[in-house]
């Protein structure tokens, strides 16, 4: 469903799903629906970051947890891989 239909699942459910793919690529599109569907909710932000980092695309990376960091400020989850952007 997080493929096909994703707009039937609530935001733990769509971010859950995520963590079933092996591929970085398809936890990326869940966590990037996960923004569009939820976009107040700074985890779909802060999850895709990390694919995103873990892909070696730092620049990006950084924008989300920038993001994610406006949303849930002083997050200690957040701030901490903003330090490993640094």
């Known amino acids: 469903m997080a493929k096909s239909n994703p707009a039937e699942l609530n935001v733990e459910e769509?971010?859950?799903s995520a963590t079933l793919f092996d591929n970085d690529a398809d936890?990326?599109?869940i966590y990037?629906?996960?923004i569009k569907q939820f976009p107040n909710d700074w985890r779909g932000f802060n999850d895709a970051g990390m694919i995103l980092?873990?892909?070696g695309k730092v620049a990006q990376a950084k924008t989300n947890f920038d993001k994610?960091?406006?949303l849930s400020a002083n997050n200690?989850?957040?701030k901490n891989?903003?330090?490993a952007v640094e």
């Open 14 to 16: 769509l971010l859950y």
């Open 27 to 29: 936890k990326l599109a």
């Open 32 to 34: 990037e629906t996960a």
């Open 53 to 55: 980092f873990e892909m």
């Open 68 to 70: 994610a960091n406006t």
């Open 76 to 78: 200690k989850v957040v």
């Open 81 to 83: 891989n903003l330090g």
